[in-house]
């Protein structure tokens, strides 16, 4: 009983995480209309799915988007703080309710937020938006795991924005990535000229099941008429100098509806790089003499494309050797192009044996995403012929020339010989050199010594020889 308690007691303190609620601020609040506010939610843990904000765009302009995180460590526990960041701009003045935001099982509470009278606007009237339309076509409903998915993201602009972008969502298990710089055009939407927006987006993802989608976000600027009452009407001569200078930008915002993506697994049989595609293909090329010798080298180059695939995402192929040749792998390029990528490797091949001599094959399995098969793109073997090295070759002689009567002709010293004669002939003369100085600096010392000697010895004599001087006062 008491050990069950115990579980009991571990298996609460473990799903307090788990329970951790996500709190949610609104800042500033209040502000002033036409100002951005910032709604933080934030946790204790991540944030594995993101809210839908569909909710606020009644009452509200949808900005920029961030994900922050944060730690700090206090008496020695490791705390860290999770945070999602909307820029939100108020199209109203009042209270508004920020209404509770889902986020996977959880809910955010209610927050109240003071919007202030319009003058910090400068008499402006809010964009009204409702007229833009986003949505998002994608070629596929149905992928493989890795496998780039082409979406399209398109926007109705009836209403003149001047300059914008479209936001493709985030997550933990799927990634988006704009495949071209985007493209506005004028078109007739319900009968009345708008613009086209329109951008294309490649959808990559590593996991398998139905994968839900959030809102992408568009985000621009819109013109608004900011001139004076007054002058809405032209009925003064000073209406003209105003007329033109009333004009200013305002954010505006859409969002498109969520949907959802299915991800097939991959085949139950499947091993080795998983390289899903709609085709595959693989050439090589040779460079190498007409008559092949033993340790002569061949280069094999080998060219593997996929398309709709990055190159990043390719394998690399492989050539074994065998009894028969040497193989070294030279250098790899990889290369994005209009269709999909490529990767470019060369090997360097060396005989050893002569004869009939087999390359290998070079095979690359990949999965055909519109048949649901598997293939497998192939350069076929190929068999030369090698010829016996230069070193098995006899090598030929040629004949020495004989001289039926020898002549005797003073040859000079080769300079070998006479360097080494100039050599002895130079160390001579310095070891003589040498002995000469030395001896006679031998003879200097030992004369100078005599010559000091006597000099100090006739000093010593004449002393002896002086008269004592006589007393002056003799007692």
């Known amino acids: ?76 526990v490791g705390k860290t703080q999770y945070e999602l960041s909307y820029t939100l701009f108020p199209n109203k003045t009042g209270k508004i309710t920020i209404p509770e935001l889902q986020l996977g099982s959880q809910k955010t509470q209610k927050v109240i937020l003071s919007v202030l009278d319009k003058s910090a606007q400068g008499g402006a009237s809010p964009v009204d938006q409702n007229e833009l339309d986003l949505t998002i076509a994608c070629e596929k409903t149905q992928i493989y795991p890795s496998q780039p998915l082409a979406c399209t993201a398109q926007l109705i602009d009836p209403i003149g924005i001047v300059d914008g972008q479209i936001i493709p969502p985030t997550g933990t298990d799927f990634s988006w990535q704009a495949t071209d710089l985007g493209s506005k055009v004028r078109t007739i939407y319900n009968g009345k000229a708008a613009n086209l927006w329109r951008q294309s987006f490649a959808f990559t993802t590593t996991a398998s099941g139905e994968i839900k989608i959030p809102a992408f976000i568009f985000q621009g600027n819109a013109l608004v008429d900011t001139t ?113 990528g490529k990767i470019t490797l060369t090997f360097t091949i060396v005989p050893i044996h002569s004869g009939e001599v087999t390359i290998p094959s070079i095979t690359v399995p990949w999965f055909d995403t519109t048949n649901r098969i598997k293939r497998t793109a192939v350069v076929p073997e190929r068999t030369i012929f090698v010829a016996k090295g230069n070193e098995e070759i006899a090598p030929v002689v040629q004949p020495t020339p004989t001289v039926s009567r020898p002549m005797a002709i003073d040859t000079p010293a080769s300079p070998s010989a006479a360097q080494a004669s100039l050599t002895k002939t130079d160390w001579a003369f310095w070891l003589i050199l040498v002995g000469v100085i030395g001896f006679s600096f031998v003879l200097g010392i030992i004369g100078t010594w005599f010559v000091l000697r006597r000099r100090f010895q006739s000093v010593s004599h004449s002393q002896s020889k002086k008269k004592p001087l006589p007393d002056i006062y003799p007692f």
């Open 228 to 340: 004076p009452t007054r002058t809405r009407r032209i009925s003064h001569w000073m209406d003209f100098m105003f007329a033109g200078m009333g004009t200013a930008t305002r954010p505006v915002s859409a969002l498109s509806k969520p949907f959802t993506l299915t991800v097939l697994n991959k085949p139950d049989d499947w091993q080795g790089w998983w390289l899903p595609s709609v085709d595959v293909s693989m050439t090589e090329t040779y460079q190498m003499p007409q008559t092949i010798h033993v340790g002569e080298a061949i280069e094999r180059t080998v060219v593997l494309s996929a398309q709709d695939v990055d190159a990043a995402a390719l394998p690399i192929p492989t050539l074994s050797a065998t009894p028969d040749i040497k193989v070294y792998s030279g250098l790899e390029t990889r290369e994005d192009t209009a269709t999909g």
């Open 1 to 76: 009983m008491f050990f069950c308690i115990i579980m009991l007691l571990v298996s609460l303190i473990m799903a307090v995480p788990a329970l951790a609620q996500i709190a949610v601020q609104v800042q500033p609040n209040p502000v002033a209309y036409g100002n951005p506010v910032e709604l933080v939610l934030s946790s204790s843990q991540p944030f594995t799915s993101a809210p839908d904000l569909s909710v606020l765009q009644q009452d509200f302009i949808l900005g920029g988007q961030q994900q922050r995180q944060s730690s700090q460590w206090v008496n020695g």
